[in-house]
């Protein structure tokens, strides 16, 4: 089991950027897949954006897809979700989660095991 802590959200004005990050403790990060997920009210989880463990490879999917960079850092137990151009739409609560892998991607929510307690992204017109 890894702990995951996201932190980097807040508020911003559209066509602005953020960089969130996610800090993981309590396991061997680079065994660990990582993914970006979001989620609006009213709506429900979506995928935004995984990498492999070892980072050679990243997936993206939604409407953030090309707006958007997921790098991960095995030596600071960190991975970051970069993101630009932000609309209001993209508002939601971000969360970063885990899931135990080292060369593949994955992107749905019940292929994660560890989950952080997300971030808050305001997107302001």
């Known amino acids: 089991q890894v702990q995951l802590e996201e932190s980097g959200g807040g508020l911003v004005h559209a066509g602005g950027s953020l960089k969130l990050s996610c800090a993981a403790s309590g396991g061997t990060f680079s065994g660990y897949s990582m993914g970006w997920f979001r989620q609006a009210p009213g709506k429900e989880r979506e995928f935004v954006a995984a990498?492999?463990?070892?980072?050679?490879?990243?997936s993206y999917g939604g409407s953030m897809t090309g707006r958007c960079t997921i790098a991960k850092d095995n030596a600071k137990n960190t991975v970051y979700l970069q993101m630009n151009n932000l609309k209001t739409e993209d508002t939601a609560v971000y969360y970063c989660?885990?899931?135990?892998?080292?060369?593949?991607?994955?992107?749905?929510?019940?292929?994660?095991?560890?989950w952080g307690q997300g971030t808050q992204v305001t997107v302001s017109s």
């Open positions: 990498i492999s463990g070892s980072g050679g490879r990243t």
């Open positions: 989660a885990a899931a135990r892998g080292y060369f593949n991607t994955y992107e749905t929510e019940r292929q994660y095991s560890d």
